[in-house]
């Protein structure tokens, strides 16, 4: 006889934590397309960086990318007060060196009005219950060397810094250069 109820079962599928009684944490549906498009927009600022697009092409970009079925991207949305205020986006892979189910963070982001609320842990602590209800061994992150506020955060988890990797990144304009070399 298993002590695990039903609703524990569909807690893997849909983590959803309430941490203080103004802020939830769940699994993001196309129906959060438009609070994730806000939030992006306020990410791309953070980087210093020109949005593209306007925000309703943006959420329908995300609407149709991300919650295809095979898109292949989790999201993680932190809500406070029917808010939208941060999300922790990540991919479920198959590391094949070591055999083993690992998580890939692409990023965590908190809005600015409300760094320091504990969003970004709680979205932290919420993928880590993840990871450990579907039996994923191994968690992985990168961030920029300039984010010393990121940095501080990520060293208050005790991660294992891996100074070996170098990471590479090919971006379209440098991807057709290429190609059209070949």
Do not use: N
């Given at each position: 006889m298993s002590d695990i109820t039903d609703e524990q079962r569909n807690?893997?599928?849909k983590p959803t934590e309430s941490i203080?009684?103004?802020?939830?944490?769940?699994?993001?549906?196309?129906?959060?397309?438009e609070e994730l498009a806000w939030l992006n927009q306020e990410l791309l600022t953070f980087y210093g960086l020109p949005a593209r697009n306007q925000r309703s092409f943006?959420?329908?970009?995300?609407?149709?990318?991300v919650f295809q079925e095979n898109s292949g991207l989790k999201i993680l949305l932190a809500i406070e007060k029917d808010n939208a205020i941060g999300f922790l986006a990540f991919s479920e892979v198959f590391a094949l060196?070591?055999?083993?189910?690992?998580?890939?963070i692409q990023d965590l982001f908190v809005a600015r009005k409300v760094r320091k609320s504990g969003a970004g842990r709680a979205l932290m602590e919420t993928l880590f219950?993840?990871?450990i209800d579907n039996e994923i061994t191994q968690i992985d992150w990168t961030t920029d060397a300039w984010n010393s506020k990121a940095i501080a955060f990520y060293e208050h988890i005790v991660p294992s810094l891996k100074t070996e990797k170098i990471l590479y990144r090919l971006n379209e304009e440098r991807l057709n250069q290429i190609i059209k070399k070949s």
């Open positions: 807690s893997a599928e203080e009684s103004d802020l939830e944490i769940r699994i993001a549906t196309e129906s959060d397309a943006v959420s329908h970009a995300i609407a149709k990318g060196a070591s055999c083993q189910k690992s998580i890939f219950k993840f990871a």
